[in-house]
């Protein structure tokens, strides 16, 4: 295995790591406690706004669809170039 697939391999898994993450926590009972947490009362407040929430899930989002697309990259489109090589 070469390098470059091995840093492939360990970025489609932070990117699935990752996007998870920030797709459930916002919208689990720990973000509150959390956002209650936090010294600054005006960063607390848009902490528990509904937007604040769900640009946070986006951004997961954004990073699943990321790790998924390289997945296909990786498994899909390398046997369409494996015989040119």
Same mark, same amino acid.
Do not use: N, Q
């Given at each position: *295995?070469?390098?470059?697939?091995?840093?492939?391999?360990?970025?489609?898994? #932070?990117?699935? &790591?990752?996007?998870?993450?920030?797709?459930?926590?916002? @919208?689990?009972?720990? @973000?509150?406690?959390? *956002? *209650?947490?936090?010294? @600054? &009362?005006?960063?607390? %407040?848009?902490?528990? #706004?509904?937007? /604040?929430? !769900?640009?946070? %899930?986006?951004?997961?989002?954004?990073?699943?669809? @990321?790790? !998924?697309?390289?997945?296909?990259?990786?498994?899909?489109?390398?046997?369409?170039? /494996?015989?040119?090589?």
């Amino acid at each position: *295995m070469r390098s470059s697939s091995l840093f492939r391999i360990l970025f489609i898994l #932070y990117c699935i &790591e990752v996007g998870t993450g920030l797709v459930l926590a916002p @919208w689990s009972p720990v @973000w509150d406690k959390i *956002m *209650m947490a936090l010294p @600054w &009362e005006i960063l607390r %407040t848009f902490g528990l #706004y509904a937007v /604040a929430r !769900a640009a946070v %899930t986006g951004f997961g989002l954004i990073h699943l669809v @990321w790790g !998924a697309h390289d997945l296909d990259d990786l498994l899909f489109r390398r046997r369409v170039r /494996a015989p040119d090589v």
